[in-house]
């Protein structure tokens, strides 16, 4: 089992930063990747950035303005936002899948930029 716990959303204007932090715990060696997603239309779930001990990647629709990074001193997932567009305002979650394929969710953190 892996449990995930975000924080770091907030208000921001437009052209601001945030930093999401997501904090890992319970069997984080099984952990393949931490992934951040955004909530988007229609109920889908966006995939925005991946880290895994190898590699990093994004949406195209972020490159340039959200970077992934971690703590392993704190177990904790970072991503760092900038340059926020109000189009940017939703729901953003942590997720982890292990190597089995199992995924865990967080409840999420709600980012909200205003023009």
């Known amino acids: 089992q892996v449990q995930l716990a975000e924080s770091g959303g907030g208000l921001v204007q437009s052209g601001g930063s945030l930093r999401l932090s997501c904090v890992v715990s319970g069997l984080i060696p099984s952990i393949y990747s931490v992934n951040w997603y955004r909530q988007a239309p229609g109920n889908q779930r966006e995939r925005v950035a991946t880290l895994t001990d190898v590699y990093t990647e994004y949406a195209e629709s972020v490159k340039g303005r959200f970077t992934i990074t971690r703590d392993n001193s704190k177990e904790t997932v970072y991503l760092q936002m900038n340059d926020l567009e109000p189009s940017y305002t939703t729901k953003y979650f942590c997720?982890?899948?292990?190597?089995?394929?199992?995924?865990?969710w967080g409840q999420g953190t709600q980012v909200t930029v205003s023009s």
């Open positions: 997720t982890a899948v292990q190597y089995s394929k199992a995924q865990y």
